[in-house]
């Protein structure tokens, strides 16, 4: 081979473990988990306190289901 080509080839494999490394940065954004725990079902909690703690969510940008995810038990 000559100079010329492996130069291209050499150019190639780097620009393709950079292209790869990118795209894993992009992938590797988790979603942030908040557990509820309660005796109560997320259905029954008397005066509602996860609706108030999701509206205060809401007003910092916090999205149940779209940017932040909430399990209850």
Do not use: M, Y
């Given at each position: 081979m000559t100079r010329p080509t492996i130069g291209f080839l050499l150019a190639l494999?780097?620009?393709?473990?950079?292209?790869?490394r990118a795209v894993?940065?992009?992938?590797?954004?988790?979603?942030?988990?908040?557990g509820i725990l309660?005796?109560?079902?997320?259905?029954?909690?008397?005066?509602?306190?996860?609706?108030?703690?999701?509206q205060g969510l809401q007003e910092l940008g916090y999205r149940e289901g779209e940017n932040i995810l909430m399990e209850y038990r």
């Open positions: 494999v780097l620009s393709g473990l950079i292209v790869s894993e940065a992009q992938l590797a954004a988790k979603v942030p988990r908040i309660s005796p109560f079902s997320p259905t029954n909690q008397g005066p509602n306190r996860v609706d108030t703690f999701q």
